[in-house]
């Protein structure tokens, strides 16, 4: 294991990486092996591999036991069910979402021809700013998306207040926020309907997979109609859907993973704790704070860069992934200065300050069971280091050839 004298001990003018095998964020969370594959051995056995499997009911019901929840319909993912939710929901015209997002929030909603009119966010906990949200609503505005970043809540009491007076649906984006809870009740039951992610790189994984949740009868049916063509029984449309059915074999790994809930939280919550704790004294660099008091899945460390930092952030990115550290940025450059959203509205940043700085500062780093405190503190001594030797390190960091 290499130690850092002097500049050209970093991977990036050319010694050895810090770590042979890549540190990645979001690497899949897998909880018993054994169990994932007798759940699918019994599922070949049966032979029903979709369409509403035993797996996926039990899944369901296991999801809404969990959130305290009357409804949950799976699905295949998470951009698909904000798609159908989207519609049953009746959004048209405008909604009002961060742009500090996943892409997946906006397109979702463009895909159908409905507008994302873009809204800033708190510089604090990197939700939507309800203080922002009302000078955004026009008589085309339907409805507001909400998204849990980080697994933190939006202030869903002043969006709920602000939706009932002002006559819009709410819907939240919860890819990031399963088994969180805010106000002492679990994400899931908030707004109209919440909708969670779980790809291969949540906290809890299918695969690919999502759902949404709502206490809404009514919306909960007109989901499961939505998501399986319309079809009300054998030979029977009643509506217009598509397919957004989760499989089988996705159920098979959720339901696998819902018993190892607790020990992933247990894993990242150390991480957590132990970056908050070695990179405190880094001038310049902050660990976003989770909050305390809520349930919470740990499963970002965000770092946030600030502007005068001796290192900057995509400084620092380059420096880390050189020692196969693969760092993050995230949501970066904001949905605003993605297409189709930056050539229908070329001057959104104007109104975004914060969505742009944090955009700029955020730097998402490698959690999860492939690493602990060892990992955690070389990866202290990349970032400190580099800070002790900024002065030197700059001319170097500007005469090479911009990459990545
Ligand atoms: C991952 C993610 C999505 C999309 O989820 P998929 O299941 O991959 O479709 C949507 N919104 C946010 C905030 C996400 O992080």
Redesign the pocket.
């Given at each position: 294991m290499k130690t850092l004298h002097q500049l050209n001990d970093l991977a990036l003018f050319g010694a050895p990486p810090l770590f042979a095998e890549p540190l990645h964020v979001g690497r899949p969370n897998i909880g018993n092996r054994d169990a994932i594959l007798a759940r699918l051995g019994e599922m070949l056995d049966r032979r029903w591999l979709t369409n509403n499997g035993p797996l996926v009911q039990e899944f369901e019901k296991r999801l809404a036991d969990h959130l305290g929840v009357r409804h949950c319909v799976a699905m295949c993912?998470?951009?698909?069910?904000?798609e159908i939710v989207a519609r049953a929901l009746g959004l048209a015209g405008e909604v009002i979402v961060p742009s500090f997002?996943?892409i997946?929030?906006a397109h979702?909603l463009q895909w159908q021809q409905i507008t994302p009119v873009f809204c800033d966010i708190d510089p604090v906990t990197h939700t939507l700013d309800p203080a922002r949200i009302e000078a955004l609503i026009t008589p085309r505005t339907t409805g507001i998306v909400g998204?849990h970043?980080w697994g933190t809540p939006c202030d869903t009491a002043r969006l709920t207040e602000i939706a009932r007076r002002r006559g819009l649906r709410l819907l939240f984006?919860a890819?990031?926020a399963f088994s969180c809870s805010h106000a002492g009740k679990m994400i899931g039951g908030f707004g109209d309907a919440e909708?969670f992610?779980?790809?291969a790189?949540?906290f809890l994984n299918t695969f690919?997979?999502?759902a949404v949740t709502t206490n809404d009868d009514e919306l909960a049916t007109k989901l499961r109609l939505m998501k399986n063509f319309g079809f009300a029984g054998y030979d029977n449309v009643i509506y217009i859907g598509t397919n957004g059915k989760m499989s089988e074999a996705a159920a098979a790994m959720g339901l696998s993973n819902l018993d190892y809930l607790d020990d992933f939280i247990a894993t990242n919550r150390v991480n957590y704790e132990h970056y908050r704790a070695v990179l405190k004294d880094l001038p310049g660099v902050k660990v976003y704070d989770c909050g305390e008091g809520e349930r919470r899945n740990f499963q970002y460390v965000v770092a946030e860069v600030s502007e005068d930092c001796a290192v900057s952030r995509d400084q620092f990115l380059k420096i880390l992934q050189a020692e196969n550290i693969i760092a993050r940025r995230y949501f970066y450059p904001g949905c605003h200065r993605m297409q189709p959203y930056r050539s229908h509205f070329p001057n959104a940043g104007l109104l975004l300050p914060h969505t742009e700085k944090i955009a700029r500062r955020v730097l998402v780093l490698p959690t999860g069971s492939a690493i602990g405190s060892t990992e955690i503190d070389r990866i202290r001594d990349v970032l400190a280091f580099s800070l002790a030797h900024a002065v030197e390190l700059q001319p170097r960091l500007t005469s090479e050839p911009a990459h990545g």
């Open positions: 993912n998470a951009t698909v069910a904000l997002t996943f997946a929030t979702a998204v970043t984006d890819a990031h909708v992610s779980f790809h790189t949540k690919e997979g999502g």
